[in-house]
């Protein structure tokens, strides 16, 4: 890999110093030619800004990519609340209010699959950071599908049998995120007692 600027004018100061005669009676002190180590030392303080203007930028680029994940995840979220909120009695709107959520479930899914890959090409260093990030945002739609169940009483077995097939898909795409090798967080079982959410 060929190296910075910086480093080769240090490179270059080095050379210089080793190619100098040393003083007559000593092992330790240099002959230098003054206007030239100038030069190099000019040199050196003239690359450092630019140096770090390449640094600030690609920090820059890796707000730019965490910032964009962020706007996506975001409204993913709202999506999926939003159609949670739209489900009602009626036995043919909630067989399309489920086919809607389903869609909806796995446009995150192809989503975050899509932002986790464009996440690894741009920045292979932040893969942790945006696998924890995006399970996070799963995380919150489980919530949001949790609480939807909940809410339900044994009138609708109906939709809380097909919520919980929709619940199990969002549980196995956060498990699908972590390698075999990788140690995966707890995921939380879900439990709902109908009987004690009509009492």
Sequence with gaps: MALNKIEQCINEVEEYIDGCKFVPMSTTKIIVNKDELDE??????MNVP??????????????????????????MIMEATAHINELVSEHEIMQQAY???????????????????????????????AVQYTDDRLSEIQGVLTLGMQQ?????????KHLSEVLQVV????????????EMPMVDEVSIDVDAELE
């Design 152 to 160: 339900f009483s044994d009138k609708y077995d109906y939709l809380m």
């Design 99 to 129: 086919v809607r959520a389903n869609e909806v479930v796995e446009e995150a899914r192809m989503q975050a699959e899509a932002i986790l890959d464009a996440a690894n090409t741009e920045a292979n260093n932040y893969k942790s950071a």
């Design 40 to 45: 190099l030392l000019a040199n050196l303080r």
């Design 50 to 75: 630019e140096e770090i203007k390449k640094c600030k930028k690609i920090i820059s680029n890796k707000e730019t990519i965490l910032n964009s994940a962020n706007e996506k995840a975001n409204t």
């Design 171 to 182: 549980v196995n795409n956060r498990n699908e995120l972590y390698p075999q090798e990788e």
